[in-house]
């Protein structure tokens, strides 16, 4: 039997960090979801198109593993999970105050579907003090992004927030 894990975000923009989670647990499962999630609460830089299509130029700049693949949705994430048939749900945990939220969802879900386990990677040190928004404002006052992104991403951030010439 196929064990699947569903590892979902919003991953705007998809991180290294991120990118380290995957490529960690495509060891640990026979195939990896990232799932990018649509979430209305948050404001999203870049749409969910654009993201699904970031994170797959992303897994092939970093020679991510093939049975690591990408998608999206819509619904609840266990919800989600049911539908693909999966075992668990990856989530990274960068630091403790990430460990609160992520438990009181993961015992959530577990409520909604006993069948689906939820495994916490603990994210790279290199890693642990960056997050997507993070990303976000140091690009957007023209800071380097280069060590937490790959290349298509610090590209995209560019163009997406200074237009086609790139940074000002």
């Known amino acids: 039997m196929i064990k699947k894990a569903l590892y979902p975000g919003s991953f705007d923009p998809i ?87 992520e438990f009181q969802m993961a015992l959530t879900n577990r409520r909604m579907d006993p069948r689906i386990e939820t495994v916490f990677l603990m994210t790279h040190e290199d890693y642990s003090y960056i997050s997507s928004t993070i990303i976000k404002e140091i690009a957007s006052l023209n800071g380097n992004v280069t060590p937490w992104v790959t290349d298509v991403v610090k590209n995209a951030l560019n163009e997406k927030l200074f237009g086609k010439e790139g940074k000002k």
């Open 15 to 101: 991180t290294l960090g991120h990118l380290d989670i995957a490529r960690r647990a495509s060891h640990l499962f026979d195939e990896i979801i990232i799932a990018v999630a649509y979430n209305e609460k948050k404001k999203a830089l870049f749409n969910i198109e654009e993201r699904v299509n970031l994170i797959k130029e992303s897994l092939k700049e970093r020679n991510m593993p093939n049975n690591v693949y990408v998608t999206s949705y819509t619904c609840l994430t266990i919800e989600f999970a049911k539908s693909l048939n999966v075992s668990s749900i990856i989530r990274g945990l960068r630091v403790i105050s990430d460990f609160e939220f």
